[in-house]
T-cell receptor, first 111, second 113 residues
């Protein structure tokens, strides 16, 4: 059974700091991994999608990496801003059609 | 273009009642997903549609939950004999195909009193 874990559960950093969010999964047989952000009381906004054949994806200040063999993904945020404050979720698409989410990392960037 | 929309945004009902939650996916998206999210948790997969058919309904918790997508676009999640434990935010997502990026709607907050 696929399980997705995100560490840390919460993180507070000063503005301008570079940071890394971690996601681990127990079964390496995945189709893709997607990172989302969720603002309080809102739906999810897609940030990056990494297919199983890819190693990383970049969008602006965000870079996501994928290491299937070790069951890990990281989301790197450069030069963090207060507007980056949100919950960040990773999700893996399994060999069926299920998408399994982690519980998220709550990020607070202090001005 | 328009994103995924869900109605209603909030639904309050009494224990034992029947509810329907609606999802309008992005036009042209063939894949549609339903999830539910409890406070402080990530979304929990319920069901996946490819076109009109439910390709994977393994996440539906019991037979009180049912979903349809009769014309391959709009989907309705139906919950019979609601229980207090059904209270959650129900999220819908769509994608151009089964292995593509998922786009989420704002969710329907269901409260069962």
């Amino acid at each position: 059974k696929q399980e997705v874990t995100q560490i840390p559960a919460a993180l507070s950093v000063p503005e301008g700091e570079n940071l890394v969010l971690n996601c681990s999964f127990t079964d390496s047989a995945i189709y893709n991994l997607q990172w989302f952000r969720q603002d309080p009381g809102k739906g999810l906004t897609s940030l990056l999608l990494i297919q199983s054949s890819q190693r990383e994806q970049t969008s602006g200040r965000l870079n996501a990496s994928l290491d299937k063999s070790s069951g890990r993904s990281t989301l790197y945020i450069a030069a963090s801003q207060p507007g980056d404050s949100a919950t960040y979720l990773c999700a893996v698409r399994t060999g069926g059609f299920k998408t399994i989410f982690g519980a998220g990392t709550r990020l607070f960037v202090k001005a | 273009g328009a994103g995924v929309s869900q109605t209603p945004s909030n639904k309050v009902t009494e224990k034992g009642k029947y509810v329907e939650l609606r999802c309008d996916p992005i036009s042209g998206h063939t894949a549609l997903y339903w999830y539910r999210q409890s406070l402080g948790q990530g979304p929990e997969f319920l069901i996946y549609f490819q076109g009109t058919g439910a390709a994977d309904d393994s996440g539906l918790p019991n037979d009180r939950f049912f979903a349809v997508r009769p014309e391959g676009s709009v989907s309705t999640l139906k919950i019979q004999r609601t229980e207090r434990g059904d209270s959650a935010v129900y999220l819908c997502a769509s994608s151009p195909g089964g292995n593509n990026e998922q786009f989420f709607g704002p969710g329907t907050r269901l409260t069962v009193l």
